[in-house]
C-alpha cells in the first residue's frame, strides 16, 4: 500500500461512522487502522508462500474467509468485509470511486482488556483462564471435521509444515536463530516423530483433527463485559488452521509460558482435559507447544525484514522472536532433565541473575532472588534502594542468615512438589552452599553450582549503569565490590555438580553451556 494511502487513512473523514482519532497498528501482514469503536484490517500485498496476498482477488478472498471462519467464535464482534475506494480527497471507507482494496471490519474491543495486558499485569486468575480453557474445549468439540480435514494431521503433513519452517528461518540464523541451535531442534523434531508415529496416527484415528482456530495465544483474547472473545484465526491456509485439537490449544499453553505464567498454563490444561475428556493430548503437548514456539519465533523474525516497521518495533520484534527460540530449547531440556536444586554463585555486577532469570523462563521453574527476600523479610519494597556499608543495615550477618533460611525453605518447597528451582544469591562462604547441599542430597535430587564471574571491569561497568537504573532489586555498588571479591570462597567440585560460567559470553550461550554441562 503506497504511503499516500496510509496518510489518507489516519484521517477521520476516511471513515463512515464519526471518530475522534484513528491509529495505525502494523503486523507483518496487515495494516490496522483503529477509530473510536471499529477496526479496519488491510491484508497487505505479500507473499510468503504459505500466505499469499499478492493480488487484490485474493485479498478479497481472505477477508471474506476471515470473516466467516471468525464468527465462529466471535459472531458480533466481525461486521463484514468493507470496501477501500478513491474518493478526491484520498483513500476512504466510503464513497463511489474505484475500489482499491479491501478490508475487515470489526468492533474494536478494549486494549486494556486484552488476555497478554491482563497476565503481563497481574489482573487475572487461574478461575478466568479457565473459563477461556471452557470455550476452547466447547468449540473443539463442535469443530468440524472430515476425512479430507484428518489428512492435515498425518505425520508427513506435520513434518512438511516443520521443513517450511526450518528453511524459512535459515536467512535469521545470525540474528535470531543461530544454526547451532537449529540443527538441534531439527533433529529432535525428527528424532521425536520417528518414535511416536503411532502417536500421530492415534490422534487422526480418534477424530482429533479438526477445522481448529489455529492462532490461539493471549493478544488474540479478550476479556471483555465478562465474555470470552477469542479472534483472529488462521483463515490464509488451511493446513494451520487444520490441526490436531492439541496443536491448537498447545498455542495457548505456550504463549502463557512465554509470559512467565507456567502455574495459568497447568490451569488451562487441567481444564480442558476435563471438559473435553483427551487425556492422550498430554504425549504431543510439548511436541506442539515447541512447534508454536518455533513458529512464532519466525513469524517474529519476519518483521525485522518489512521496512514498513519502525527500527524501535524491529529490535522488539528481534527481542520477541529470540525469546521464542529460547523457549522452544527449554521445552527440548524440560523433558531430558531430572528434578534439580540450581544455586548461583559469584560476586555483584558478576551476571547471576540475569543467567537465573533466563533458566527459570527456559525450563518453566521457579527463580528466587536473595536480595528480593531480604528485603521481603524486612517488609521493604524490592526495589527500595537500601545503600546500607558492607555487612551492615539489612546486609548485617543476621540478615543474611535470615534470608538463606527463607532461600533454603522455599527450595525445599518446590523440590517437595517435584519441582527443579533455581536460588539466585551470591552464595559467598561454603557455609552459606553447604545447608543447600545437604537439601539436595537429602531428597536424592543434583545440586548444580552455577559459578559465574566476569573481568573486574566488566562488573564495575554493570554496577555503574546498575547506579544508573531508576529502579533496581539490587543494591549491589561499585565500593563494595572489592570487599564482596576479597571475601569469596569459590566453590569446588566436592559441593555439588560446579558448572563453570564466564559472563563474558551471551545468556544464551551460557545456558547452551549449562546444558551441555548437565546429564540426564
Known amino acids: 500500500m503506497i504511503r499516500s494511502t496510509l496518510k489518507s487513512l489516519l484521517k477521520p473523514d476516511a471513515y463512515p461512522e464519526e471518530t475522534t482519532s484513528v491509529e495505525l497498528v502494523q503486523t507483518h501482514v496487515s495494516f490496522i487502522f483503529l477509530t473510536d469503536r471499529h477496526a479496519y484490517k488491510i491484508k497487505k500485498p505479500v507473499d510468503f508462500g504459505f500466505l499469499n496476498f499478492s493480488t487484490i482477488d485474493r485479498r478479497r478472498f481472505y477477508c471474506n474467509e476471515e470473516v466467516r471462519l471468525n464468527r465462529r467464535l466471535c459472531p458480533d464482534m466481525y461486521e463484514g468485509v468493507v470496501e477501500l475506494r478513491e474518493t478526491p480527497t484520498g483513500a476512504a471507507f466510503h464513497g463511489t470511486g474505484a475500489v482499491i482494496d479491501y478490508a475487515v471490519k470489526m468492533k474494536r474491543l478494549p486494549a486494556e482488556l486484552m488476555l497478554d495486558r491482563l497476565v503481563d499485569t497481574g489482573r487475572v486468575t487461574a478461575s478466568t483462564l479457565r473459563e477461556v480453557a471452557a470455550v476452547i474445549a466447547e468449540f473443539h468439540k463442535k469443530a468440524e471435521t472430515s476425512p479430507a480435514i484428518a489428512e492435515y494431521g498425518r505425520l508427513e503433513r506435520i513434518m512438511f509444515n516443520w521443513q517450511e519452517n526450518f528453511e524459512q528461518t535459515v536467512i535469521f540464523e545470525n540474528m535470531t536463530l543461530p544454526a547451532y541451535d537449529r540443527e538441534l531442534i531439527r533433529s529432535w523434531v525428527v528424532e521425536f516423530a520417528a518414535a511416536n508415529e503411532d502417536l500421530f496416527q492415534k490422534r487422526v484415528d480418534e477424530g482429533f483433527i479438526r477445522e481448529c482456530d489455529g492462532d490461539i495465544h493471549l493478544e488474540n ?36 509460558d512465554f509470559h512467565g505464567r507456567h502455574d495459568l498454563s497447568d490451569d ?140 533454603l525453605r522455599l527450595a525445599d518447597n518446590q523440590l517437595q512438589n517435584g519441582s527443579s528451582v533455581v536460588i539466585d544469591a551470591a552464595f559467598m562462604h561454603t557455609s552459606q552452599r553447604t545447608p543447600f547441599a545437604m537439601l539436595a542430597k537429602s531428597l536424592a535430587v543434583p545440586l548444580i553450582i552455577l559459578h559465574v564471574t566476569c573481568s573486574e571491569a566488566e562488573a564495575k561497568r554493570r554496577l555503574q549503569e546498575r547506579e544508573t537504573a531508576v529502579k533496581s532489586v539490587s543494591d549491589g555498588r561499585l565500593e563494595l565490590l572489592a570487599l564482596q571479591v576479597d571475601g569469596f570462597e569459590a566453590p569446588d567440585e566436592s559441593e555439588g555438580t560446579l558448572i563453570r560460567l564466564s559472563a563474558s559470553s551471551s545468556p544464551a550461550d551460557l545456558i547452551n553451556e549449562i546444558y551441555r554441562g548437565l546429564v540426564p
Do not use: W
Open 221 to 256: 483474547i479478550c476479556l471483555d463485559e465478562d465474555a470470552v472473545h477469542i479472534f483472529d484465526c488462521i483463515e490464509f491456509n488451511d493446513r494451520f488452521r487444520c490441526c490436531d485439537t492439541a496443536a491448537d490449544i498447545a498455542f495457548l499453553l505456550m504463549d502463557l
Open 268 to 407: 488451562v490444561i487441567d481444564e480442558y482435559i476435563v471438559r473435553t475428556g483427551d487425556h492422550g493430548l498430554v504425549d504431543l503437548v510439548d511436541f506442539y507447544k515447541i512447534y508454536r514456539a518455533f513458529v512464532r519465533g519466525k513469524v517474529e523474525s519476519f518483521r525485522l525484514n518489512d521496512s514498513g516497521i519502525s527500527p524501535e518495533d524491529q529490535a522488539l520484534a528481534r527481542q520477541r522472536a529470540v525469546r521464542y527460540f529460547r523457549l522452544v530449547r527449554g521445552y527440548m531440556e524440560r523433558r531430558r532433565l531430572k528434578t534439580s536444586l540450581y544455586i548461583t554463585c559469584g560476586h555483584m555486577g558478576s551476571g547471576k541473575s540475569t543467567l537465573a532469570t533466563q533458566l527459570a523462563f527456559e525450563l518453566g521453574i521457579s527463580s528466587f532472588n536473595s536480595d528480593t527476600i531480604r528485603k521481603q523479610i524486612k517488609g521493604i519494597a524490592p526495589d527500595t534502594p537500601a545503600r546500607s556499608a558492607f555487612g551492615e543495615g539489612i546486609y548485617d550477618q543476621q540478615s543474611s542468615r535470615d534470608t538463606y533460611a527463607e532461600l
